[in-house]
């Protein structure tokens, strides 16, 4: 039925790739070579095609088990063994094991005489007989361009090239074919005419000293695929090209908070901390303590048994180390105890690129959880700001779909606090940390403002950031009659109120005294008033008393006279 | 030089030249017979024809390098010298393999 096969090729078939095993190209290319179709590698004299493609035939030995030849026009095979060593790539035991074949093609002009039609069969002999003996699936031929020098009769050579193209589109085997950068073309020979499926430039470019080297892939039949030009490194373990960073914001966020480090920071952001794979940043002008609380930070994340890495642009990891031991943080034994890692570069070591591809590398081999930036300001020294801020965006996407937190530290330039400062890069960052100094009185004191913290609520207040021995932490300022108070005039007016209070307490001590006082002289006056009142009482009773006692007496005289009256009577006393 | 006979005693030649051919195509078998005239004229039984096919064996393409077909290798004497193409050219070929041409 037609509307059965309608549905079945609608379904279509994609483009068969393979994979190259070097770092993001497969990424940029979605998901390699052309199976089975020859490549082109392009660029000027040292910029890297040689390794590219001896990665390409090693990496799809080892990674991918296919087996791979490479024609070496140029290099023996032992100079190319060398070369590749410092790699990590064992030319000679992968040869012995019959993974790779490596095979040297020697054009001596002085050699050759031409005499008549011939044909370049031989080498398609050889080629063939490589592939077969070890079952080739990749083939590199470097640089194919040597021929030319070597050969004079041009239409041979190129119609052989035709017909060696489109045979080894015939073997099956996915080819790179390598050639130099030409004057306004892309090869000299004009290889591109007969290898048009995927062609790949690499650059090596000079910008106010820095050099890039960079990768574009200017066509690729049947793919979609980035058109820009990325930045690669080459080091020891070979080619890394920077990936394409998701470009769709749509990547998964978490809910979960860390702590920042300093207690009182977490409170004044919503109690809590920062959300977890968002980005801080630091400002403030110079020595206000940034780089002290991005170590208190990466402390903290290591205290919770978390990986960091910590990039430091301006000083060294030593330096920062002795610095933060003065205020009560041991790095070092983070650092060995293998959860932080710090990695100090000055930026114009290499340009920004190669710094994002450097910082790419080392977060992909560690695993980290934080990442601190710190200062970012040094990079607008090798770009422009513009070029710095584009550098971050990325950065950031790139951490963001890993979910791993970053802490930026920046330079202000000025005391005066930019809405739009900092490269741009406070619109992109989720929360925002600003110190500055207060001054006043004659004496510089810092404070915090949290300018921003996306997705949560934080206080509004200015705390004062005092750094001491036993750390940083933030304390709340004194709002006085003049307004805010930090440092000294803070301290005064701390001492202020506890003299007030010593005051008053003395005070209320006095005052108690004299009532005491008081109270021992009014007691003492009604106790003399109550022996008075006793003396009184004694002298009535001792009155009262009296008056018996004379009416006693008398009645007793009385009755005495009135006894001797009768008595008397009696007798007339002549006895 | 005596006359090689069939016997144990090896014979050693002035001119050892191995021509590479791919397949009996038609350049290779005008190259062989070219070889043949030319080494007839000028090198009379001081020579050594070696005929390799390297569609029979084409691990020896390596060795000597080879690249174009036919490609005539002179590997005696010193130094190699190698001549592609199908020979039709006298001169080149002689002066090539750097023959001083029998004067007839």
Redesign the interface.
């Known amino acids: 039925m037609p509307l059965k096969v309608k549905q079945s090729i609608t379904r279509l078939k994609q483009l068969p790739k393979t994979p190259t095993g070097i770092a993001g190209l497969d990424e940029i290319t979605g998901g390699g070579l052309p199976n089975g179709r020859p490549s082109l590698v392009c660029g000027a004299a040292g910029s890297g095609k040689t390794l590219f493609s001896i990665e390409f035939i090693v990496r799809g030995a080892i990674e991918f088990g296919e087996p791979g030849v490479f024609m070496a026009f140029e290099e023996k095979a032992e100079e190319l063994t060398t070369n590749v060593a410092s790699l990590g790539f064992d030319l000679n035991k992968l040869q012995k094991d019959g993974l790779i074949k490596i095979d040297h093609v020697h054009i001596d002009r002085s050699e050759i005489e031409e005499t008549g039609e011939y044909d370049l069969d031989g080498l398609f002999i050889r080629l063939g007989y490589a592939i077969d003996s070890i079952g080739a699936k990749r083939v590199v031929l470097d640089t194919i361009e040597n021929l030319f020098s070597g050969l004079n009769n041009q239409a041979i050579l190129r119609a052989e090239l035709r017909r060696l193209f489109g045979w080894l589109k015939e073997k099956g085997v996915t080819a790179i074919i390598t050639g130099e950068r030409g004057q306004g073309t892309l090869t000299r020979q004009g290889l591109e005419e007969y290898v048009s499926d995927c062609v790949i430039l690499l650059d090596h470019r000079v910008i106010n000293q820095i050099s890039t080297r960079l990768l574009r892939v200017v066509k690729y039949r049947g793919t979609v695929h980035g058109t820009n030009e990325y930045p690669f490194l080459i080091d020891e373990e070979g080619i890394s090209v920077l990936p394409i960073t998701s470009l769709t914001l749509d990547s998964d966020v978490s809910n979960q908070r860390v702590s920042s480090g300093i207690p009182a920071l977490d409170k004044m952001l919503g109690g809590k901390g920062f959300f977890r794979g968002s980005s801080i940043l630091v400002s403030g002008t110079a020595g206000t303590g940034k780089t002290s609380i991005a170590a208190y930070f990466a402390h903290a994340t290591c205290m919770r048994k978390e990986r960091c890495i910590y990039f430091a642009f301006e000083e060294s990891p030593q330096q920062i180390m002795r610095n933060m031991r003065s205020i009560g943080v041991d790095l070092k034994a983070d650092v060995d105890k293998g959860l932080l890692q710090m990695h100090a570069s000055r930026p114009t070591l290499y340009g920004l690129e190669m710094h994002l591809v450097d910082i790419h590398k080392k977060i992909k081999r560690f695993k980290p959880k934080a990442v601190i930036l710190d200062p970012i300001t040094n990079l607008v020294t090798i770009g422009s700001v513009s070029e710095v801020k584009a550098m971050l965006i990325r950065l950031i996407d790139f951490l963001q779909v890993e979910n791993i937190t970053v802490l930026f530290t920046a330079l202000s330039l000025n005391t005066i606090v930019n809405e739009q400062t900092d490269e741009g890069v406070s619109s992109l960052v989720d929360a925002w940390l600003l110190v500055r100094d207060i001054e006043s009185n004659g004496e510089r004191n810092r404070g915090m403002y949290i300018m921003k913290s996306r997705g949560m609520k934080h206080s509004n207040q200015v705390r004062e950031f005092v750094i001491t021995d036993a750390g940083l932490d933030l304390v709340d300022v004194y709002l006085g009659p003049e307004g805010v108070l930090t440092g000294s005039a803070r301290e005064a007016q701390e001492l202020n109120q506890v003299t007030g209070q010593l005051l008053r307490n003395h005070a209320l001590t006095r005052k108690d005294l004299e009532i005491k006082r008081k109270r021992t002289v009014l007691e003492a006056k009604i106790a003399s008033l109550q022996e008075e009142f006793e003396s009184v009482q004694d002298e009535l009773n001792k009155a009262y008393i009296e008056e018996d006692m004379r009416k006693e007496i008398m009645e007793k005289n009385r009755k005495q006279l009135t006894d001797s009256r009768h008595t008397k009577n009696a007798g007339n006393g002549k006895k | 030089m005596a006359k090689s006979s069939k016997t144990a005693e090896k014979k050693v030649y002035k001119w050892e030249l191995r021509l ?1 051919i ?1 397949g009996n195509t038609p ?1 290779s078998v ?2 062989l017979v070219n070889l043949k005239k030319y080494c007839e004229e000028h090198l009379k039984d001081e020579y050594k024809i070696e005929v390799i096919d ?2 029979k064996q ?2 020896l ?2 060795g000597d ?7 005539l290798v002179r590997k005696v004497p010193v ?11 006298e001169e ?2 002689l ?2 393999l750097n023959i001083r041409p029998v004067k007839k």
Request: net charge positive.
């Open positions: 590479y791919a350049k005008t190259a390297l569609l084409p691990q393409a390596a390098q080879i690249l174009a077909v036919p490609t130094p190699i010298r190698k001549i592609i193409g199908d020979l039709s050219n080149k070929v002066v090539g």
